[in-house]
Nanobody, 125 residues
């Protein structure tokens, strides 16, 4: 059974940093493009960052570019999202997602096959 489990969320102040992790089980992570999406209250889920199968390519939403870094450790079946200089508008539930054998990093949630339950990130001003 494929499972993605996020961790690392919490309540922080503006300007602080957080590191989210996504642990995968039931499938070999190196076969999947991985991404982070987020959903704020009353808003649609949006793409945050994605990383290619090998980790050689990354893609970021303009709103997080230069502040967030996505990385993966295929040997440990984990993906991370390093978030720096956090802003109140980063407050959301963050989900990791996986798409099998893709050659592109999609920003569209319907392209992804598996999703985690999410971890809450709250940034106070």
């Amino acid at each position: 059974q494929v499972q993605l489990v996020e961790s690392g969320g919490g309540l922080v102040q503006a300007g602080d940093s957080l590191r989210l992790s996504c642990a995968a089980s039931g499938h070999i992570l190196s076969y999947y493009v991985m991404a982070w999406f987020r959903q704020a209250p009353g808003k649609e889920r949006e793409f945050v960052a994605g990383i290619s199968l090998s980790g050689a390519r990354t893609l970021y939403a303009d709103s997080v570019k230069g502040r967030f870094t996505i990385s993966r450790d295929n040997a440990k079946n984990t993906v991370h999202l390093e978030m720096n200089a956090l802003k109140p508008e980063d407050t959301a539930v963050y989900h990791c997602a996986s798409e099998r054998n893709s050659v592109v990093i999609s920003t569209t949630q319907r392209e992804y096959d598996y999703w985690g339950q999410g971890t809450q990130v709250t940034v106070s001003s």
